[in-house]
């Protein structure tokens, strides 16, 4: 075999490789860290973890909103100054994403991917996407508001959309508890 046309397929399969995997590099990885997103929210005064129990009652609304078991006992959340955080995850396609959700008021006030697990939907984290839900609130088990997709990132937008209505409801509980 040439020279020529050995360097040729190497280049070819190298160039394969790199759109087969190269992609993964750029969508898994942790963004931010639990604490470092509560320091964000509540500054250097974070408050001590709360968990609610998932009785049957809340279970129901639970399942309900993520639309499947949920495998947990309790969820846990900060809460403090009438705002609570949730670190969630949820599954995109085949992993969980964790995701930061603030509640101010009964309206989203912070939405962000902390760790991504997947190849592909990663451009969920981008403020382009996540701004959507900022101001968002709960109608039902639903949001007030239509939530537009990301190309190649469905799962990944229904996860986050999951999420983001299961923190307002849990706001909502612990509001009313």
Do not use: C
């Amino acid at each position: 075999m040439s020279y020529y046309l050995q360097a040729a397929l190497i280049f070819f399969a190298l160039i394969a490789v790199n759109i087969v995997y190269g992609g993964s590099a750029h969508a898994k990885g942790v963004y931010q860290t639990e604490d470092a997103f509560l320091h964000d929210v509540f500054g250097d005064n974070v408050p001590q973890k709360q968990s609610i129990l998932l009785r049957s009652d809340v279970r129901e609304s639970v399942e309900k909103i993520l639309n499947h078991p949920y495998a947990g006992l309790k969820i846990v959340y900060w809460e403090q100054n009438n705002q609570s955080a949730w670190i969630l995850e949820e599954i995109g396609k085949e992993h969980p994403i964790t995701f930061g959700i603030v509640v101010a008021n009964g309206k989203i006030k912070t939405a962000k991917v902390l760790e991504f697990r997947e190849i592909r939907g990663w451009e969920i984290k981008y403020p382009a996407f996540t701004r959507q839900f900022i101001g968002a609130s709960l109608r039902g088990y639903d949001l007030d508001r239509s939530i537009d997709g990301v190309s190649g990132a469905t799962l990944s937008v229904w996860a986050m959309t999951a999420v983001a209505k299961l923190a307002l409801y849990l706001d909502g509980y612990i509001k009313n508890s």
